[in-house]
Structure formats: structure tokens, C-alpha cells
């Protein structure tokens, strides 16, 4: 293949609604994992920042998650987790959230996002959402380790949690490297409508 379809105009959306074919992009990556690590290699000292619930700053450089994203996929795959298993990802703020997505990706599992609002939900909530999915693992981070365990074993699901994961794998993961071309990037959550 010598290039990829991409959709990023709305000529591209009409485009796909009635069938037209797209340009393709030379040299794009194959993988979605592969573009963030062309992105990360393209950034390598960035910084992803958040809040916690306290409104306190937390950041971490893009290195950093990624080492961690690239140890908690091999402790999937060192536990045996098949590619294209479903994946419920239970954190707390985008910092966890970003690990644990990476990991997904790389390890090829699909990704089921529970937001901050289903975390902070009833378990029963979670129970219901989740007897909705054919065998899901559930990785969630530490803060909520304590709800993922109740959701689990309310619905019999494997519980894995991002910090067990990691001790699983081997050190020495491979890191995005490249000079540094971009100040942080900063991601505050919000509530949308209220700015809090």
C-alpha cells in the first residue's frame, strides 16, 4: 500500500457519504500506535497536565507514560490477554488514562472507556454497563481499584489494575527520542458548561 485514506475536511465527509473515493496520504502511519509514537518522537520532551480533584496540577512527560504504557502491555501479554479481548479502562484523570489506552493499543485489545462520571457511580451502574460485554477484563488504575474490585465481583470479571501490570514486564522498554520541538500540552478537564 502507498498511502492511507484520511477524512479531515468536509469535502472528505461528503466524499465518504456518497461513496466517492478518497486521496490517499503518503507516508502515514499503518497503526494508530504508530502514530503516537511518531507524534511522541516528534515531541519527545512534552508534557501531558491535568488536575486532580482538589485542583491541584498533575503532569507527566510524554516519555514517562509511554515507558509505563509499553510496561503494562507487555504485563498484558505477559497475563495472557489475546489481542482483540475488550478492555474496560477504569481511571481516574488523563494521565492514568493515557497509559492504560497506549497499553490497549499496543497490545491490541479493544478499548472501553469508563469516564469520570461512571467511575464515581454506583457499582451497580458499572455492573449494568458491563453485563453488556461479552467477557471484559477490567484495568483500572489505583484510585479505583477498590470500585473495579466490587464491579468484579459482582459480574465475575478478571480485575487487573495498571501498577500490577507493570511490575509483570521487564525494564528497559524502548523510548520515543528526537530533540524537542513543542512546549507542553495541557489538558484541564472541566465540567463543559460550568468552567469548574
Do not use: N
Amino acid at each position: 500500500m502507498t498511502g492511507h485514506l484520511a477524512v479531515s475536511t468536509v469535502d472528505d465527509i461528503r466524499a465518504v457519504a456518497v461513496g466517492r473515493p478518497l486521496p490517499e496520504v503518503p507516508d502515514a502511519p499503518e497503526t494508530l500506535v504508530q502514530a503516537v509514537a511518531a507524534r511522541l518522537r516528534l515531541w519527545p520532551d512534552g508534557e501531558l497536565w491535568t488536575c486532580d480533584e482538589a485542583g491541584q496540577p498533575l503532569g507527566a512527560g510524554y516519555g514517562r507514560i509511554w515507558r509505563r504504557s509499553r510496561a503494562i502491555a507487555a504485563g498484558l501479554q505477559a497475563r495472557k490477554v489475546e489481542p482483540g479481548r475488550i478492555v474496560a479502562l477504569m481511571t481516574g484523570d488523563a494521565l492514568e488514562f493515557a497509559a492504560g489506552y497506549w497499553a490497549c493499543l499496543q497490545a491490541g485489545c479493544v478499548i472501553l472507556p469508563l469516564t469520570r462520571r461512571a467511575r464515581h457511580g454506583a457499582a451497580e451502574a458499572l455492573i449494568q454497563i458491563l453485563s453488556r460485554v461479552t467477557e471484559p477484563l477490567l484495568l483500572a488504575d489505583t484510585a479505583s481499584q477498590a470500585l473495579a474490585g466490587e464491579v468484579g465481583r459482582g459480574l465475575d470479571l478478571v480485575v487487573m489494575t495498571l501498577a500490577e501490570l507493570e511490575l509483570v514486564a521487564p525494564a528497559g522498554a524502548p523510548d520515543p527520542a528526537g530533540p524537542p520541538r513543542e512546549s507542553p500540552a495541557c489538558l484541564l478537564p472541566t465540567s463543559g458548561s460550568t468552567g469548574q
